[in-house]
């Protein structure tokens, strides 16, 4: 049976450091192709769906946090234009040897997720609801 970490490794080849440091999204889109999301309030581009994984057997999920708010989020093995914003805690962590760190939109600021980071392998859970497709003019 492939452990969750075998499947991650598989899945993803994310380079290090992506999405910590806000790029432009001016010039080639290497890594990001196929459909762009986007942050629903400022249309920065945050990730595409070619970047969509699957932790625990899944992409979604639905979690809720210490105060009762419902989040359903997607996981993505890269995103870019994303600032954390918290240090990396492991209290409440939804999925289990991962700390979180909360990430914002370089764009506007607006709450768009978490940064898991294991051992052995980090990731995006991103609110789906924060997130827009965006098609280029030639799709």
């Excluded at 499947?7 to 010039?27: I, W």
């Excluded at 359903?72 to 990396?88: K, M, P, V």
């Excluded at 805690?89 to 768009?112: L, N, P």
């Amino acid at each position: 049976m492939e452990t969750t970490q075998t499947v991650l490794r598989e899945l993803q080849t994310p380079p290090p450091g992506a999405g910590e440091v806000p790029r432009s999204d001016s010039g080639p889109d290497s890594g990001f192709g196929g459909v762009r999301l986007a942050c629903r309030t400022c249309g920065t581009h945050i990730t595409s769906d070619r970047s969509r994984i699957r932790v625990n057997g899944e992409h979604r999920h639905v979690f809720f946090n210490p105060h009762g708010l419902i989040f359903e989020l997607g996981c993505f093995g890269a995103a870019r234009n994303l600032r954390t914003q918290s240090a990396l805690s492991t209290e409440f962590s939804w999925f289990a040897g991962h700390a979180w760190q909360i990430v914002v939109c370089a764009g506007c600021g607006s709450h768009m997720g978490w940064r898991f980071s294991g051992k052995d392998f980090w990731f995006y859970g991103l609110i789906l609801a924060e997130l827009v497709e965006v098609r280029n003019a030639a799709d």
